[in-house]
């Protein structure tokens, strides 16, 4: 199978420039004008512009165990139409993917189910390490540890074993950064107060500033001392982005950051409209810190834009606070969310490209994808930057059907996306065939 896509606006590695493009099978083969290869399919990319498929590196795609949220199936489907190709999923699904045995299991049930490519974080423990050392860096992203409990308990607060964890493995280490002892004591403060229904507007307040920073900044720590590649997920205070540098390159770093849509797009104030919508662990903070974020993005500071897709039922988010579930979906709208970012002047399209795609594929190595390059494997999205549309709960494809973003406009449509070569997404239809690939790593001494 051929694909030429003809006269598109491509957008990589710091430039826009206007060409086309030819895939051959699942093959990037040809950047050039004016090509006139034979192709059995041929784009029209007039007025629109090429990315390379977006590389979300933190969702919870809930299976196995939690597959009324959500599953492999249904949310790479929603991935898939917002132009995301590839993700990496999180361990903390039921049971948590703490064996090889488990972690093996969401491997098969994505080769049999899943859209987009995929990979499948090794999670750590207070007792796993021997099934941690076990990991194959080739095959597996890295290893996830909770330090701050979130759903699924898998909460890691022994300080020797997080020590071994950090000095015996050579993979990346990604990290949910909240300060246990913290979280807890905030809580007690307000169910002195309010009981169990505590008002979600005193969420930030409770998994605080000072949970976050406490957390990330002993992990930092640790990593310096023990010489270990270290990711901290889902940035959310400005406080925090002063612990990452931005004077080396990417690939030389080994603590590196990510921010998440929300955290850009939401501050405290949401709370009043949006309520549990917008419960987030680490939670959504104030208008300082979203500025924050964006400043330390924007300064390369922080190094990755990602989701942290989470979905729950909606009938789970209507419990009170302490029994109402923290995460939501995303996954179908982070690029159109940050291409609207663009249209208001915030972040350049090369930008958005460089955090959601090229980034990703550095700083977790990931083989032939997160760049459009001639030999790279063709995960490519179009997009069109003048059609605008809302988002309401008619064109969500989220398993639990429902937005925080319902009711936001959005200016920028994804018109089509290949996975692999493959049109997997052509101007709202979906090709039901499941083209998605294990994603491979390329391992460095």
């Not at 493995?169 to 809580?187: G, Q, S």
């Not at 009043?272 to 974020?293: R, S, Y």
């Not at 709202?428 to 001494?445: C, D, Y």
């Amino acid at each position: 199978m051929k694909t030429l896509i003809k006269n598109v606006q491509i957008v990589n590695e710091g430039k826009i420039f206007e060409s086309d493009i030819l895939i051959d099978n699942d093959t990037i083969s040809k950047i050039d004008s004016g090509i006139s290869d034979e192709a059995d399919l041929i784009i029209d990319g007039s007025g629109k512009y090429l990315l390379p498929g977006v590389i979300d590196d933190q969702v919870h795609f809930r299976e196995p165990g939690l597959t009324h949220k959500g599953n492999i199936e249904s949310e790479s489907r929603s991935a898939i139409a917002g132009g995301v190709t590839s993700f990496i999923d999180q361990p903390n699904t039921v049971p948590n993917a703490v064996t090889q045995e488990l972690l093996a299991d969401k491997y098969s049930i994505a080769s049999e189910s899943a859209y987009a490519n995929y990979g499948f974080m090794m999670g750590g423990t207070n007792d796993n390490l021997e099934e941690v050392l076990k990991t194959d860096p080739s095959n597996v992203p890295g290893i996830k540890l909770f330090l701050g409990s979130s759903t699924g308990n898998m909460l890691v607060d022994n300080p020797e074993t997080l020590e071994r964890i950090f000095s015996n493995t050579k993979m990346l280490i990604a990290v949910h950064c909240e300060d246990e002892a913290t979280i807890r004591a905030n809580t007690q403060q307000y169910m002195d107060e309010y009981g169990e229904d505590i008002p979600v507007k005193f969420h930030h307040l409770i998994r605080s500033e000072e949970a976050c920073y406490k957390s990330s900044s002993k992990a930092i720590e640790l990593a310096k001392k023990t010489g270990a590649r270290l990711h901290v997920f889902h940035l959310s205070t400005a406080k925090e982005t002063a612990l990452f540098r931005n004077d080396i390159p990417l690939k030389d770093k080994k603590i590196t950051a990510e921010v998440c849509v929300h955290h850009l797009t939401f501050t405290d104030k949401d709370y009043e409209t949006k309520g549990a919508m917008i419960k987030w662990n680490p939670a959504v903070k104030t208008q300082k810190d979203k500025n924050g974020l964006w400043e330390a993005l924007l300064d390369d500071r922080i190094d990755v834009i990602a989701t942290d897709h989470a979905p729950h039922t909606w009938e789970e988010k209507q419990n009170v606070y302490t029994k109402c579930p923290s995460g939501g979906p995303l996954v179908q709208h982070s690029l159109p969310v940050m291409l609207e970012n663009y249209k208001n002047g915030k972040i350049s399209l090369e930008k958005i490209v460089e955090k959601m795609c090229h980034n990703p594929a550095i700083l977790f190595r990931i083989s032939k994808r997160g760049f459009v390059r001639e030999g790279y494997k063709a995960d490519l999205v179009l997009a069109d930057l003048n059609d605008p549309w809302t988002v309401d709960k008619e064109n969500l494809l989220y398993h639990c059907g429902w937005s925080p973003l319902e009711g936001m406009e959005l200016h920028s449509k994804i018109t089509h996306t290949f996975v692999n070569g493959h049109l997997v997404y052509d101007q709202g239809k979906i090709n039901e065939q499941k083209f998605g690939e294990r994603l491979l790593f390329e391992v460095r001494e």
